[in-house]
């Protein structure tokens, strides 16, 4: 399987990936979710023009292939996907009980003392 280069981000109460695929037809991307293992297959063919006679070619075809661990604490179920100029975007909340909050700390103004 060729490469697919990927940027993974959290921002705010989700995280984000990125995978280049561009010249990818979307209708070949499959994109799966098993336990925490995200799965992205997508396919580009190459033109099968027998009157071309190729002099350079650079640009990967044929099938691509990444898998990703998720972490525990995203919500897979509310996963969202967008394939738009050649990046498919990823995006996953972070589930609730995850996110950082804010602690109160309690303080005695005063103190008492015990007399006995």
């Given at each position: 399987p060729a490469a697919m280069p990927i940027d993974a981000f959290r921002r705010g109460d989700e995280f984000i990936i990125h995978f280049d695929l561009?010249?990818?037809d979307a209708s070949s991307i499959d994109l799966t979710v098993e336990k925490n293992?995200?799965?992205v297959h997508a396919t580009?063919?190459?033109s099968?023009?027998?009157e071309v006679e190729m002099i350079?070619?650079?640009r990967p075809h044929g099938t691509f292939s990444r898998q990703l661990f998720l972490g525990d604490t995203l919500d897979v179920e509310?996963?969202?996907a967008d394939y738009s100029d050649g990046v498919l975007t990823i995006q996953i909340p972070v589930l609730e009980a995850a996110q950082p909050r804010k602690i109160q700390i309690a303080h005695?103004?005063?103190r008492r003392e015990i007399t006995g």
């Open positions: 561009p010249g990818v293992v995200l799965t580009r063919v190459r099968a023009d027998d350079v070619a650079e509310k996963l969202e005695a103004s005063e």
